[in-house]
């Protein structure tokens, strides 16, 4: 069973009907969503394969042909899936940073490389703090970004500090408001809960909580986000709002926004 995204939000079929490309999420594992761009031709780029079985399932049925995959990250639920598909399509590139090459990336990539698949150009961009080596893929509108930003959240941090999380954050929040955030898993509701407890003044979180919530009551996606909407509803990407300051930190005065942004990941460990 597959989903694309149009299914979340109507307006997105006009936004992109743009495009040549189609953007499908594959659940898998337990929350996870393996994303897959295609394009008119038939050519697909998989990315984060946690498990190879849905994505082989899913482009049989759609008569695709993998070109690449795209590695975040080194967790095996990100990765689990590669030497399969590698050995169903033998010479298959898979892109990743460093930390993956041993999880079957033949082609390693850092800040600021530049790939060209199928005439599709993603830009890597380092987003260290769930792991050290973390990378992110753009490609206007598309951002393909792991277990850093998720809509309404961030990622744990499981080996790199909050100041790194906080700064990869930062250059996220530098690309356009029609970003559309495909992160990879489906966490949106806890995270807007989390969100409601920390400012449960602010309307636009409460609003999208409670249509989050019927999303789900409704087994329905809530992925991919627009950043633009993820400024609006994400406190991750709200530490300089003043209210917030005061409910996480109300004993610091003028902490720096690194500061609210750990005190916030620590707040929600425990939540």
């Known amino acids: 069973m597959f989903y694309h995204h ?6 997105r079929r006009n936004f992109m009907g ?3 490309l189609n953007l499908t999420s594959i659940p898998a594992l337990q929350d996870n969503y393996i994303w897959v761009l295609n394009n008119d031709q038939g050519e697909c780029i998989i990315v984060d394969p946690g498990e190879a079985r849905p994505v082989t399932e899913t482009i049989a049925a759609n008569h695709w042909q993998p070109v690449a995959i ?4 080194h967790h095996g639920d990100h990765v689990g899936g590669v030497r399969e598909l590698t050995a169903q399509w033998p010479g298959l590139p898979v892109y990743g ?6 999880k079957g990336t033949t082609q390693e990539v850092k800040d600021g490389t530049v790939i060209t698949i199928s005439g599709i150009e993603f830009t890597v961009i380092a987003t260290p703090g769930h792991t050290l080596g973390h990378v ?28 790194q999380m906080h700064e990869s954050f930062q250059k996220l ?6 970003t559309l955030i495909c992160c990879a898993h489906e966490y949106t509701l806890s995270n807007m809960a989390f969100a409601r407890a920390v400012l449960p003044q602010n309307p636009q979180i409460l609003s999208y909580y409670h249509k989050i919530k019927q999303l789900r009551d409704e087994n329905q996606i809530t992925l991919p986000s627009f950043l633009e909407k993820e ?11 003043i209210d917030l300051q005061r409910n996480i930190l109300p004993d ?8 609210v942004f750990e005190a916030l990941r620590r707040k929600k460990d425990s939540f």
């Not at 149009?6 to 307006?11: G, Y």
């Not at 940073?97 to 041993?102: R, Y």
């Not at 610091?252 to 500061?259: A, G, I, R, V």
Request: one cysteine or more.
């Open 231 to 241: 400024r609006e509803i994400n406190v991750f990407l709200k530490t300089n709002d």
């Open 252 to 259: 610091l005065n003028l902490p720096e926004s690194w500061q």
């Open 6 to 11: 149009q299914n979340v939000q109507d307006n």
């Open 136 to 163: 992110s893929y753009y490609s206007k509108p598309y951002l393909f970004c792991g277990d850093t930003l998720f809509s309404g959240g961030c990622g744990r941090l499981f080996e790199g500090t909050a100041k």
């Open 70 to 73: 795209l590695l975040t990250h």
């Open 97 to 102: 940073p460093a930390e993956t090459l041993n």
């Open 173 to 178: 929040n530098q690309l356009p408001a029609d």
């Open 18 to 20: 743009r495009h040549r």
